[in-house]
């Protein structure tokens, strides 16, 4: 049962250019999301979050946009850089005590 | 910059041993998790800990899995007797409430290769 998917599980884009990350989920009750970001051998490491209240939250070069009508979110990089390359995740606060529910990741390579 | 940290980065087993896994979180933070990622598959939920006791668990964490944060620092995962199928990264994540609210962005640290032979 998967309740936050990625159905992209790559995606490849020029350095310089947006790069979009997609993610839905089932559950209309989760109300605060996370994008994470993984290079081989490392832990996940935070990136940004948005709550259920807000439909768009930026830092930096990255930004993330929440459809709660839709159950989507979609993570924003821009302007893509090489060291962007990474294994991106999605995860939505799965219970009280915050446990997230990940997404299975969508491999980015911006390529120079 | 505070980091989680865990130790070791690589544990090899005999089926049926007991392994486990050490972690110590950001000193300031309250709640403690840890994960798993089996190769190839996505990260799951194992046990969140708060307060000394755990707070939720997955189906994933039976009876021979058990957590302890026995001095204050270290927070450990432990399991009793390792199966082929718990050969898995392991990862420790720790976070602090936000706001009055009970999300938390969690740390993660660096995982633990568990392979068991």
């Known amino acids: 049962d998967q309740q936050v998917k990625q159905n992209s599980p790559s995606l490849s884009v020029q350095e310089g250019r947006i790069s979009i990350l997609n993610c839905d989920y089932t559950n209309s009750m989760f109300d605060y999301f996370l994008w994470y970001k993984k290079y081989p051998a490392e832990g996940p490491t935070f990136l940004i979050s948005i709550s259920s209240i807000k439909d768009k939250n930026e830092d930096g070069r990255f930004t993330v946009f929440l459809n709660k009508s839709a159950k989507h979110l979609s993570l924003h990089i821009v302007p893509s850089q090489p060291g962007d390359s990474a294994v991106y995740f999605c995860?939505?606060?799965?219970?009280?005590?915050?446990?997230?529910?990940f997404g299975k990741g969508t491999k980015l390579s911006v390529k120079p | 910059e505070p980091e989680v940290t865990q130790t070791p980065s690589h544990q090899v087993t005999q089926m049926g041993q007991e392994v486990i896994l050490r972690c110590v979180p950001i000193s300031n933070h309250l709640y403690f998790y840890w994960y798993r990622q089996i190769l190839g598959q996505k990260v799951e939920f194992l046990v969140s800990f708060y307060n000394n006791e755990i707070s939720e668990k997955s189906e994933i964490f039976d009876d021979q899995f058990s957590v302890e944060r026995p001095d204050g620092s270290n927070f450990t995962l432990k399991i009793r007797s390792t199966k082929l199928e718990d050969s898995a990264m392991y990862f420790c994540a720790s976070g602090s409430r936000i706001g009055s609210g009970l999300y938390n962005e969690q740390f993660f640290g660096p995982g633990t290769r568990l392979t068991v032979l």
């Open positions: 995860a939505a606060n799965g219970g009280s005590q915050g446990n997230l529910i």
